[in-house]
């Protein structure tokens, strides 16, 4: 397995294992933070991802897959904490989104 995308000698992949499945670090812009973590369940099937787009070290954007296409995607776009804005997909084609006047958690 290829942990080093760059070769530069630093790891920019890593794992995590858990009872019902694994959780994948990746560190894509190779400044050694890590901005993008995927979920996959025990079968290896991709169940959601979290992704830092402006590489300011919190992972703003959350997608949930469903049967390994995108289904949610969540983003918290004022980086408060909260979702504020939805995209709803169908088929895993982009329908429409929502923005939430009150953020959820
Ligand atoms: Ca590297
Ligand atoms: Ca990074
Ligand atoms: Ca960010």
């Known amino acids: 397995m290829i942990r080093d995308l760059n070769e530069d000698g630093i790891d920019d992949l ?17 400044d ?3 901005d993008q973590t995927h979920k996959y369940d ?8 979290k992704y830092d787009d402006d590489f300011d070290g919190v992972l703003e954007t959350k ?5 390994t296409v ?6 918290d776009t004022n980086k408060n904490g909260l979702i504020d804005l939805v995209f709803f ?12 006047e009150t953020g959820m958690s």
């Open 14 to 30: 890593s794992y995590e294992f858990t009872l019902d499945g694994y959780y994948e670090f990746v560190d894509a812009n190779f």
């Open 70 to 75: 995108p289904y949610r995607t969540y983003v």
């Open 63 to 67: 997608v949930v897959y469903q049967f």
């Open 42 to 49: 025990d079968k290896g099937v991709l169940i959601s991802s």
């Open 32 to 34: 050694g933070v890590v």
């Open 89 to 100: 997909y169908e088929s895993g084609v982009l329908n429409h989104s929502e923005q939430l």
